[in-house]
């Protein structure tokens, strides 16, 4: 019998990766909310004990960690309905845009823990990823004949990135800014549409308002201090 | 017939990692030296979000980021793979890959750009660093009964942390301290000498003396010496 257990915050972007893709493979597994601010559990210190961070997948008793790491090895365990590409350079491609997708959460942080210049830094930072992004999907999806990120199937790539659609109404209340997707990314936002139909994407990502309240209580604390 | 090129610095470890994996595939490639400060249009042409080295071009088409790079490698000649087998095993190499990546260069590069205390921190978290290596050498050398990271085989982590070594002489230098690796690291020690005599290694690793030499220009730059 199989144990899974996954250590995450219900906001982040990396845990939220890594159990869409538990559920896409149809996986069960233990849920463990960890209070980052506040205190980190023992178990998280104990099976994270380099980063201790978030998420951690811990698979009979054995701990992964790093999001991108673990929906590999998610991948590879349970190895049926891939998300990885069969072919070397598609598979490069896949891991070289979900490494930038990751990187894209430092690059727009600022427009929530910060204000001024550097506030709108993040949102020119935002705008230029949302760019590269389109333009990717654009290349990926056959020139949007093609519903995800991964081709005719929701993949590596699509998982990695979804969860940041649970973020686009917390940037533009705080930045007080209008993300201008119809006009500028329109293969995105169908493609946001079309994520998050799905089971996995739905039961995962926490609601627009949910993210927006944790924003604000992160952007009250950081101001502050 | 294959094409294969390589834009790189010679000083880059990112871009070591790269030879290496080629040199040890058997596979011929033309390689291109950069000029970080004059970029070709090649560089600009080929990775166009990052603008950085390495980058491999196979047939034509670009591969960027030196861990997506070495596992391309071991996929696209997949013969003799770098990566172990198990999924554990595999997660475990990319882990400790990225945390060579993420702690052990950025503390080398603090080495190098900074003074005083702050030095003082990095040589600390760069010592911090070489224990957990030499921790995680024993586990996956049944305690240095086998001969690399990879266990009996060369494989992808000791492809990953073996380019660093050419600047263990750089951080001593420039840190004013000496490396502990006889007393406190004796299996990276070993590692390093039975690394050092492969022909893909000598071959791709430029003198400690020469980054020693590139290293003091570099951290004039930063410190105005």
Same mark, same amino acid.
């Given at each position: 019998?199989?144990?899974?257990?996954?250590?995450?915050?219900?906001?982040?972007?990396?845990?939220?990766?890594?159990?869409? +893709?538990?559920?896409?493979?149809?996986?069960?597994?233990?849920?463990?909310?960890?209070?980052?601010?506040?205190?980190?559990?023992?178990?998280?210190?104990?099976?994270?004990?380099?980063?201790?961070?978030? @998420?951690?997948?811990?698979?009979?008793?054995?701990?992964?960690?790093?999001?991108? /790491?673990?929906?590999?090895?998610?991948? =590879?365990?349970?190895?049926?309905?891939?998300?990885?590409?069969?072919? @070397?350079?598609?598979?490069?491609?896949?891991?070289?845009?979900?490494?930038?997708?990751?990187?894209?959460?430092?690059?727009?942080?600022?427009?929530?823990?910060?204000?001024?210049?550097?506030?709108?830094?993040?949102?020119?930072?935002?705008?230029?990823?949302?760019?590269?992004? =389109?333009?990717?999907?654009?290349?990926?999806?056959?020139? +949007?004949?093609?519903?995800?990120?991964?081709? #005719?199937?929701?993949?590596?790539?699509? /998982?990695?990135?979804?969860?940041?659609?649970?973020?686009?109404?917390?940037?533009?209340?705080?930045?007080?800014?209008?993300?201008?997707?119809?006009?500028?990314?329109?293969?995105?936002?169908?493609?946001? #549409?079309?994520?998050?139909?799905?089971?996995?994407?739905?039961?995962?990502?926490?609601?627009?308002?949910?993210?927006?309240?944790?924003?604000?209580?992160?952007?009250?604390?950081?101001?502050?201090? | $017939?294959?094409?294969v090129k390589v834009l790189n610095t010679w000083i880059s470890p990112f871009g070591m990692r790269v030879l290496i994996g080629l040199e040890e595939k058997?596979v011929?490639y033309e390689y291109q030296e950069e000029v970080l400060?004059?970029k070709s249009?090649l560089l600009? *042409?080929m990775n166009?979000?990052h603008k950085k080295i390495p980058v491999l071009i196979h047939?034509?088409?670009p591969v960027c980021e030196s861990l997506i790079i070495l596992q391309y490698i071991?996929?696209? %000649?997949?013969?003799?793979?770098?990566?172990?087998?198990?999924?554990?095993?595999?997660?475990?190499?990319? &882990? %400790?890959a990225? &945390?060579t990546d993420?702690?052990f260069y950025?503390?080398g590069a603090?080495?190098?750009?900074?003074?005083?205390?702050? *030095?003082?921190?990095?040589?600390?978290?760069?010592?911090?660093? &070489? *224990?957990?290596?030499?921790?995680?050498?024993?586990? $996956?050398?049944?305690?240095?009964?086998?001969?690399?990271?990879?266990?009996?085989?060369?494989?992808f982590?000791d492809i990953a942390f073996i380019p660093f070594t050419s600047w &263990?002489?750089t951080?001593?230098?420039?840190?004013?301290?000496?490396?502990?690796?006889?007393?406190?690291?004796?299996?990276?020690?070993? %590692?390093?000498?039975?690394? $050092?005599?492969?022909?893909s290694v000598k071959k791709a690793l430029p003198s400690?003396?020469k980054v020693?030499?590139y290293a003091?220009?570099l951290?004039?730059?930063?410190?105005?010496?």
């Open positions: 019998m199989e144990q899974v257990k996954v250590m995450s915050t219900k906001v982040s972007p990396f845990g939220m990766s890594v159990l869409i +893709g538990l559920e896409e493979k149809g996986v069960k597994y233990e849920y463990q909310e960890e209070d980052l601010l506040t205190k980190k559990s023992d178990l998280l210190l104990q099976m994270n004990p380099v980063h201790k961070k978030v @998420p951690v997948l811990i698979h009979n008793g054995k701990p992964i960690c790093e999001s991108l /790491i673990i929906l590999q090895y998610i991948d =590879e365990v349970w190895n049926f309905n891939q998300f990885l590409p069969s072919m @070397p350079y598609e598979r490069a491609t896949a891991r070289f845009w979900a490494d930038f997708a990751n990187k894209f959460y430092e690059s727009v942080a600022p427009i929530v823990k910060s204000k001024g210049e550097d506030q709108e830094q993040g949102k020119r930072n935002l705008l230029e990823r949302l760019q590269l992004l =389109e333009g990717a999907l654009k290349e990926m999806s056959a020139g +949007g004949s093609l519903p995800f990120f991964s081709g #005719k199937d929701f993949g590596f790539l699509d /998982i990695v990135f979804i969860p940041y659609a649970s973020f686009f109404h917390a940037f533009e209340t705080i930045g007080n800014f209008k993300i201008p997707f119809e006009s500028e990314y329109p293969l995105l936002d169908a493609w946001v #549409k079309r994520c998050i139909e799905r089971d996995s994407v739905k039961k995962v990502l926490p609601s627009f308002d949910k993210v927006l309240e944790v924003a604000l209580h992160l952007r009250k604390k950081v101001l502050v201090d | $017939m294959d094409q058997g011929k400060s004059n249009e600009l *042409q166009p979000v047939n034509s088409r071991d996929e696209a %000649w997949g013969f003799t793979q770098f990566l172990p087998s198990k999924p554990y095993d595999r997660a475990l190499a990319r &882990f %400790w990225d &945390f993420k702690k950025d503390a603090r080495i190098i750009k900074s003074k005083d205390e702050a *030095q003082e921190q990095a040589k600390r978290d760069l010592l911090e660093s &070489f *224990q957990l290596l030499e921790g995680i050498l024993k586990e $996956m050398s049944a305690g240095g009964s086998l001969p690399f990271f990879g266990g009996k085989d060369f494989g982590l &263990f002489h951080y001593e230098s420039l840190g004013n301290f000496k490396i502990p690796l006889e007393s406190e690291y004796p299996l990276l020690d070993a %590692w390093v000498k039975k690394c $050092m005599e492969r022909d400690p003396d020693l030499e003091i220009q951290r004039k730059g930063f410190l105005g010496d």
